[in-house]
């Protein structure tokens, strides 16, 4: 085992017990004022670095990596998803690039559910009407939403994120349909009760809720676009924890405000931080801040799995969350 201390930069501020960790274990340089760094700045971070830890507010191109230093030996992403990074470059420049898979199941597929609950019985709309001081009493026709038990649920990538909002739906009452790019383990779908449609079209259709789970790649930018969306029942709900550039914003903020189907909650958005400005002060969309994995035990369990890998590296071995490009 070396004795010497990694250089490790990271590009945002992360919970206190986890930079506490970084720095006994590693020489590692802290963003304190957790502002997300422009290009230059992370060229320069990856020069002087043998690990950078990334996060999703960085897009690391195939420019950026070209300026690494002869030092750099790995990324170590602070994250599930990668689409921000360009893992071929990485990967061609001789990198080892490592995300942070599983620890944010639990807590995004609760995100979804809520976005479901939220969204089809009008929580932000009546909580609205209280902060506002509108509320004048109970009738029978007000504020009527939409019952989650006994209706259909259909999800779009059914990972692990998938998987844990199906059993939350079955809970919930709900029959659980999925469209991924293949079927899932025959005992997964048993005990899961889903139902596999190789055709999406088909199955937007015919469910009355669609939870979006699937990662971003050039197969699945603008998955929902305008024609997608229109197949919708008029009653459905649509949710996003995955990742904003799945829909096509436009066309949805065009099919909420025709009210072509019910409404629509939202974690992820196609260029954020900007929201499209056409989806703000709709009634029938839910918007939240990317607050999917926000809990404290998810950030916490990130940053031990970003430390895992980064001191494997250190003491000689394959880190395990190894991130391999995907085939065009």
Known sequence: MSARKLKVVLTRKLPDAVETRMRELFDAELNLDDRAMG??????????????????????????IA?????????????????????????????????????????????????????????????????????????????????????????????????????RARAFGLSVHYHNRKPVNPRIEEELNATYWDDLDQMLARVDFVSVNCPHTPQTHHLLDARRLALLQPHAVLV??????????????????ARSFAGAGLDVFEKEPVVHPDLIGLPNVTLLPHMGSATVEARVDMGERVILNIKTLQD????????IPQAS
Do not use: Y
């Open 240 to 257: 996003n924890t995955a990742r904003g550039e799945v829909i096509d914003e436009a066309a949805l903020a065009a099919a909420l405000k």
């Open 39 to 64: 290009e230059e700045e992370l060229k320069a971070a990856m020069r002087r670095a043998e690990v950078l830890v990334s996060t999703i507010t960085d897009e690391i191109t195939a420019e950026i």
């Open 67 to 167: 300026c690494k230093g002869e030092n750099l030996r790995m990324i170590a992403n602070f994250g599930a998803g990668m689409d921000h990074v360009d893992v071929q470059a990485a990967v061609d420049a001789g990198l080892i690039v490592t995300n942070t898979p599983g620890v944010l199941t639990e807590d995004t597929a609760d995100m979804a559910m809520a976005l479901i609950l939220a969204t089809a019985r009008r929580l932000v709309e009546g909580a609205d009407v209280i902060r506002r001081g509108e509320f004048s009493g109970w009738t029978p026709t007000w504020m009527c939403g939409r019952r989650i038990w006994g209706k259909r649920l259909g999800i779009i990538g059914m990972g692990r994120i998938g998987q844990a909002m199906a059993r």
């Open 316 to 323: 000689g071995h394959r880190p395990p969350d190894r991130v």
